[in-house]
């Protein structure tokens, strides 16, 4: 069994900063293979940041230098802090485990931008 628990989504305005927080749980998987989706109402979900099985970090071109993806100290803990949000950032953040060939997802959590 794996379990993937996404938290810290809320509302902000333009301009400020939040931080999401995943912690998972389960045989056989690590922090080296998690990362963050988000989905916008009528998209597609689409990467934010992960890190990948040979320890390289991915953004999206539309989040790099604004939002940061790092290792907790607990086992599979990440976080995403999102700096200098904007309102096109509002979506769905959902939490993803990789284990051998198959993904898990968290619930998600909300986060919204206004301006």
């Known amino acids: 069994q794996v379990q993937v628990v996404e938290s810290g989504g809320g509302l902000v305005q333009a301009g400020g900063s939040l931080r999401l927080s995943c912690a998972a749980s389960g045989s056989g998987i690590s922090s080296n293979n998690m990362g963050w989706y988000r989905q916008a109402p009528g998209k597609e979900r689409e990467l934010v940041a992960g890190f990948f099985s040979g320890g390289s970090t991915n953004y999206a071109d539309s989040v790099k230098g604004r939002f940061t993806i790092s290792r907790g100290n607990a086992k599979n803990t990440v976080y995403l802090q999102m700096n200098s949000l904007k309102p096109e950032d509002t979506a769905v953040y959902y939490c993803?485990?990789?284990?051998?060939?198959?993904?898990?997802w968290g619930q998600g959590t909300q986060v919204t931008v206004s301006s």
């Open positions: 993803t485990v990789q284990r051998g060939w198959s993904t898990y």
